[in-house]
């Protein structure tokens, strides 16, 4: 199983980006699956995640700027960032949620916030 997260790029402060994780999987409608995000020498964190039905959590960094949504037929999933901190730098990845443990990891896609 490949998880192929593209998207990411330099933004300044206040920006939008889009990010898309497509997932090589012909069950990927059943797994709830969740953006994670790693900072050099910090541990990887879920930032947002979203169930097979749809509903969705975040953590309280991103609540309200980031929205994460899902096209089961495309098997591919999305990370709307809005309103981009400084902070939200990092490298973004998918996988299921909320342990990541579901599949081997991508290589992530780079985001870099400028203030």
Not at 13 to 25: M, V
């Amino acid at each position: 199983v490949q998880l192929q997260a593209s998207g990411g790029g330099l933004v300044q402060a206040g920006g939008s980006l889009r990010l898309s994780c497509t997932a090589s999987l012909s069950i990927f409608s059943l797994n709830a699956w969740g953006w994670f995000r790693q900072d050099p020498g910090k541990q990887r964190e879920l930032v947002a995640q979203i169930t097979s039905g749809g509903a969705t959590n975040y953590a309280d960094s991103v609540k309200g700027r980031f929205t994460i949504s899902r096209d089961n037929a495309k098997r591919t999933m999305y990370l709307q960032m809005n309103s981009l901190k400084p902070e939200d730098t990092a490298v973004y990845y998918c996988n299921t949620a909320p342990r990541g443990t579901g599949y081997k990891w991508g290589q992530g896609t780079l985001v870099t916030v400028s203030s």
